[in-house]
């Protein structure tokens, strides 16, 4: 759930993508499948297979826009929230449901 700095591109369901996350449980999936369609973007998921001691799916999920950088997009605050406010890393990491402009200020 954290942000990574790193840009990767890889094949995510047989199309090249912009990696944003890998690994993630369904409820993320869902979280930021419906932030970026919001955002205009297209959003690529695939299952990531399972080991056999895991009871949880994960998967991987990424956008066709391969210049798409989530670390670059969460603090220019160029991505919005369906209210319209921009999203900050605390709203990104699912912290909070609401988007802080002075985010650095949250207690923890």
Known sequence: MVLKAKHIVEE???QRCTVV???VEKKRVDFLKKLLQHNQFEVVVEEVA???DSTVQLYN???TDLVFNPVIA???MSLKTEKGEAVTAPYWNQETTESVKEYWLMAK
Do not use: D, P
């Open 12 to 14: 995510i369901g047989g």
């Open 61 to 63: 999920i990424g956008v």
């Open 50 to 52: 399972q080991t056999e």
């Open 21 to 23: 996350e890998k690994g």
């Open 74 to 76: 969460v603090y220019e």
